[in-house]
């Protein structure tokens, strides 16, 4: 079992930056891929960034990559999402999630979600 606790999002002007942080509990942290997704209002749920169990692979898509880094502490059992560059239409709910695999980019695949954290980018 694996119990997720997103936080760090807030209110940014384009251009700016954001860290946001997932906190994991649980012994077995180090053997999830974590990703992080984000739904807008109306829209469906999407892959943002997914990063293996060692911290060695990392995947983004398209839309943010070049302007997101994700990154794990595995003593710490936290992964983060640092967004730079932020544009409004990164405004989003964000959540963290656990995969017991290879982290793909399907969110129904992923074992265990966040509450999520409102990210809002301003124009």
């Known amino acids: 079992q694996v119990q997720l606790v997103e936080s760090g999002g807030g209110l940014v002007q384009a251009g700016g930056s954001l860290r946001l942080s997932c906190a994991a509990s649980g012994r077995t942290f180090s053997s999830y891929a974590m990703g992080w997704f984000r739904q807008a209002p109306g829209k469906e749920r999407e892959f943002v960034a997914v990063i293996s169990w060692s911290g060695t692979n990392t995947r983004y898509a398209d839309s943010v990559k070049g302007r997101f880094t994700i990154s794990r502490d595995n003593a710490k059992n936290t992964v983060y999402l640092q967004m730079n560059s932020l544009k409004p239409e990164d405004t989003a709910v964000y959540y963290c999630?656990?995969?017991?695999?290879?982290?793909?980019?399907?969110?129904?695949?992923?074992?265990?979600w966040g509450q999520g954290t409102q990210v809002t980018v301003s124009s």
């Open positions: 999630a656990a995969n017991y695999g290879l982290g793909p980019s399907q969110a129904p695949l992923y074992d265990y």
